[in-house]
């Protein structure tokens, strides 16, 4: 009789930890972060460290891991609106779509939205705009991912506890520029707008929704995202921050439970760019975000669910190019983003009247990517960096190269170039691919995530950890 009743007790007990829901979840999103940008920033870091294989971060060693599908409703390859909704609804769309079926017109929620009607607090975190494709398919319903004023005032309208990005794109309506704008409906429907992570914390206590944007200095200077890690200058805003932010902000009312949504948009910019030192440094700082979540789930591990995967792969990211060998670590001295290099190229112009020299140059280019001190380079990479300052920066003006959100000087694209190159990486296209995206889980429900599985099956998953019911 004992034995048969320490049995029951067993079978009961596992039945409960089983049935255990995820009162908390965390759900990151690394935008166009594929499998080789993952192992890519293992490898570097293990070339840092010097030593041969990986030196994993903290999310991919999570207990549960597998890859998802991410074709859109429309296309074998998709764009982040599309990309984000099946992330976020479990449903295929059209390209560009938000939040949308493909027939463009009919609505449907999200994951935030069913964790929101089972009572819990919501949270939706970028580094890039508030109303960006990725953030806005948690809480927009648009045809096209360009409607950003449209996708700011659906903010409103679902009314989640707390929003954080750079700031908001097309705070002004372009077709009606007198009415109401994106800042001023924050106050009349209950928010309250921080800038900066310091601003926040004097902020926080007395607000009863939030949104949190950089200072209004840093959005001057670039509101479209806040800076890259490679870029980051002292006391800028960071992921973690934000990250931090929403969990303090999140957990007011420990009863309720809530869910997050972070999202490290930059990855992305950086692969449409082609700049592997610069995905390396974002890569690194989204597993610092992931490292405060982490810090939660470490005092909450049975209530507690963190998942992390990509909306998409962007920019064919190739680790080899046929040596059988990589020059990773060749990296370290690559010091600014190509957008950041450009940056410094405009300032030495504005500083010369357009009468930049070649010695000048060179001298930046010794700096910030370590060239000919650090980093040897052929007669021929030299030769191609001098003639591509001859016919754009010699007493000339500038004639940019266009990527997906960066125009920038021609010799900054070449430096880049040349130290991927002698890094032994590759890129495809600058544009997003098919290729699998990494899932990495813990916590309750985390064994959910096995197997190879669709985009859409992902928030469907959640919600069944967390006991959400779709509507």
């Given at each position: 009789m004992?034995?048969?009743?320490?049995?029951?007790?067993l079978?009961v007990?596992?039945v409960c930890?089983?049935?255990q829901?995820?009162?908390?979840?965390f759900?990151?999103?690394?935008d166009?972060?594929?499998?080789?940008?993952?192992?890519?920033?293992?490898?570097?870091r293990?070339?840092?460290e010097?030593k041969m294989?990986?030196?994993?971060?903290?999310?991919?060693?999570?207990?549960?891991?597998t890859?998802?599908?991410?074709?859109s409703g429309?296309?074998?390859v998709?764009?982040?609106?599309?990309a984000?909704?099946a992330?976020?609804?479990?449903?295929?769309?059209?390209?560009?779509?938000?939040?949308?079926?493909?027939?463009?017109?009919?609505p449907?929620?999200?994951?935030?939205?069913?964790?929101?009607?089972?009572?819990?607090r919501?949270?939706i975190a970028?580094?890039?705009?508030?109303?960006?494709a990725?953030?806005?398919?948690?809480?927009?319903?648009?045809?096209k991912r360009?409607?950003?004023h449209?996708?700011?005032k659906?903010?409103y309208?679902?009314?989640?506890?707390?929003?954080a990005?750079?700031?908001?794109?097309?705070?002004?309506?372009?077709?009606n520029?007198?009415?109401?704008?994106?800042?001023?409906?924050?106050d009349?429907?209950?928010?309250t707008?921080?800038?900066?992570y310091?601003?926040?914390?004097k902020?926080?206590?007395?607000?009863?929704?939030m949104?949190?944007?950089?200072?209004?200095?840093a959005?001057?200077?670039?509101?479209?995202s806040?800076?890259?890690?490679?870029?980051?200058?002292?006391?800028?805003l960071?992921l973690?921050?934000?990250t931090?932010?929403a969990?303090?902000?999140?957990?007011?009312?420990?009863?309720?439970?809530?869910?997050l949504?972070?999202?490290?948009g930059k990855?992305d910019?950086?692969?449409?760019?082609n700049?592997?030192?610069?995905?390396?440094?974002?890569?690194?700082?989204?597993?610092?975000?992931?490292k405060?979540a982490y810090?939660?789930?470490s005092q909450?591990?049975?209530?507690?669910l963190?998942?992390?995967?990509?909306?998409?792969?962007?920019?064919?990211?190739v680790?080899?190019?046929g040596?059988y060998?990589?020059?990773l670590?060749?990296?370290?001295?690559q010091?600014?983003?190509?957008n950041?290099?450009t940056?410094?190229v405009?300032e030495m112009?504005?500083?010369t009247?357009?009468?930049?020299?070649?010695?000048?140059?060179?001298?930046a280019?010794?700096?910030?990517?370590g060239?000919?001190e650090?980093?040897?380079?052929?007669?021929q990479?030299?030769?191609?960096l001098?003639?591509?300052?001859?016919?754009s920066?010699k007493?000339?003006?500038?004639?940019?190269v266009?990527?997906?959100?960066?125009?920038d000087?021609?010799?900054?694209?070449?430096?880049?170039?040349i130290?991927n190159?002698?890094?032994?990486?590759?890129w495809?296209?600058?544009?997003?691919?098919a290729?699998?995206?990494?899932?990495?889980?813990?916590?309750a429900?985390?064994?959910?995530?096995?197997?190879?599985?669709d985009?859409?099956?992902?928030?469907?998953?959640?919600?069944?950890?967390?006991?959400?019911?779709?509507?």
């Open positions: 004992r034995k048969l009743s320490s049995l029951l007790f079978l007990l596992s930890i089983y049935a829901q995820a009162k908390y979840v759900y990151f999103i690394g166009g972060m594929g499998v080789n940008q993952v192992q890519g920033t293992e490898i570097y293990a070339e840092l010097e294989g990986i030196s994993p971060l903290l999310f991919t060693q999570f207990p549960y891991s890859v998802a599908l991410t074709n429309t296309n074998r998709t764009d982040s609106a599309a984000g909704t992330l976020a609804t479990g449903y295929k769309t059209k390209n560009s779509a938000i939040g949308i079926l493909k027939d463009q017109q009919t449907v929620n999200s994951v935030a939205v069913w964790a929101k009607n089972k009572g819990c919501v949270g970028t580094s890039v705009t508030v109303n960006h990725t953030p806005g398919a948690f809480y927009a319903h648009a045809a360009t409607l950003y449209e996708i700011g659906d903010l309208k679902t009314g989640f506890d707390f929003y990005g750079s700031d908001f794109r097309d705070v002004t309506d372009p077709d520029p007198p009415a109401e704008n994106l800042y001023t409906m924050a009349k429907n209950g928010y707008i921080a800038r900066g310091k601003d926040y914390l902020k926080s206590k007395k607000a009863d929704k949104i949190m944007l950089q200072t209004e200095e959005s001057n200077h670039e509101y479209a806040i800076p890259y890690a490679i870029d980051r200058k002292k006391g800028g960071t973690q921050d934000i931090r932010s969990i303090n902000f999140l957990s007011k009312d420990p009863s309720k439970g809530f869910f949504m972070v999202e490290g990855i910019w950086a692969c449409h760019s700049d592997a030192a610069t995905v390396f440094h974002e890569i690194i700082d989204f597993d610092s975000a992931i405060t810090e939660f789930y909450h591990p049975d209530e507690t963190i998942v992390v995967t990509a909306d998409h792969e962007t920019g064919g990211f680790l080899g190019t040596t060998d990589l020059n670590q060749v990296l370290k001295n010091k600014v983003s190509e950041g290099f940056r410094i405009n112009r504005t500083k009247n357009n009468q930049v020299s070649w010695e000048a140059i060179q001298q280019l010794k700096d910030n990517f060239f000919w650090k980093v040897e380079l052929t007669e990479q030299e030769a191609r001098k003639t591509v300052y001859d016919k920066l007493n000339q003006e500038m004639k940019q266009s990527s997906e959100y960066a125009q000087e021609p010799i900054a694209s070449e430096a880049k170039r130290i190159e002698i890094a032994l990486v590759g495809t296209s600058g544009g997003h691919s290729g699998y995206v990494p899932v990495f889980a813990i916590g429900g985390a064994d959910l995530f096995q197997g190879r599985i985009n859409t099956q992902i928030p469907i998953k959640i919600a069944q950890a967390a006991g959400y019911i779709q509507e």
